[in-house]
């Protein structure tokens, strides 16, 4: 799993010109991406990131303080672009496989206590956010792959 979590003051995610779900206080975006390895040990990890990493102001986490989380999936995110012109997505889970990983970390964190809003899974989403810092961090559960020569 690789999320990209950026903290900030407010953020929403609209689908066919409808907001869906949105932060109306400072928390964290977090943008998620499943890969064709994941599984629910992954899913342990990252909601245990996006709740604990001290990245909001006086270096706290989003469970330390009740900040509320917006989940939006994306598939991009598991994109390689090593080779060529054009991105290549062999690396991202399929939908029926990525779906419920994406509920699950959106399950866990509730279950952490987090107040978590999200988008629609495979929408064609607008996000709208307002950074706090900038501060963005990426996240992920695995070690990239070692480059191999060719």
Do not use: C, N, Y
Not at 13 to 29: C, K, Q, S
Not at 133 to 147: C, D, M, N, W, Y
């Amino acid at each position: 799993m690789r999320a990209v979590i950026s903290r900030v003051t407010e953020a929403s995610v609209t689908v066919d010109g409808e907001v869906v779900g949105a932060l109306d206080r400072p928390g964290l975006l977090v943008l998620l991406g499943v890969s064709v390895d994941d599984d629910e040990a992954d899913v342990a990890t990252m909601v245990r990131k996006i709740a604990e990493l001290r990245i909001l102001r006086d270096e706290v986490g989003a469970v330390d303080v009740g900040a509320p989380v917006l989940v939006v999936s994306q598939f991009t995110l598991m994109g390689s672009t090593a080779k060529g012109r054009r991105p290549s997505w062999t690396r991202a889970a399929r939908p029926e496989t990525a779906e419920p990983l994406v509920a699950a970390v959106v399950d866990g964190l509730r279950g952490r206590g987090l107040e978590v809003a999200t988008g629609v899974f495979g929408a064609m989403m607008g996000v709208h956010s307002v950074g706090d810092g900038p501060f963005t961090v990426l996240v992920e559960t695995r070690s990239p792959a070692p480059r191999t020569s060719q």
